[in-house]
């Protein structure tokens, strides 16, 4: 069964930048789309950012222009770089696959955008 374990999160002014790391145990990874979500206080969890194993990648309009996502297969590795933060991308940071298996869900990391 594959852990992830997010970090990089923190709190930061606005228009500031955060660069998000998720490590992947499982030997699949490589193969898997995987995915960055989003969990703002009192709302669901949104995919923000996807990434397919050869590299496309896919944004939110919410997000487009100012996150990017990127992997290192043989790291086992997901990043997100957040450029241009705004106050409402304060939330609870996850990385799962795309669509996301409900055993693979970690702690997440929490990104704070202060004004």
């Known amino acids: 069964q594959a852990q992830l374990v997010e970090s990089g999160g923190g709190l930061v002014q606005a228009g500031g930048s955060l660069r998000l790391s998720c490590a992947a145990s499982g030997s699949i990874f490589s193969l898997m789309t995987m995915g960055w979500y989003h969990q703002a206080p009192g709302k669901q969890r949104v995919l923000v950012a996807s990434?397919?194993?050869?590299?496309?990648?896919n944004y939110a309009d919410s997000v487009k222009g100012r996150f990017t996502i990127s992997r290192d297969n043989a790291k086992n590795t997901v990043y997100l770089q957040m450029n241009s933060l705004k106050l409402e991308d304060t939330a609870f940071y996850y990385c799962?696959?795309?669509?996301?298996?409900?055993?693979?869900w970690g702690q997440g990391t929490q990104v704070t955008v202060s004004s």
């Open positions: 990434i397919l194993s050869r590299g496309i990648t």
């Open positions: 799962n696959s795309v669509p996301p298996l409900n055993n693979y």
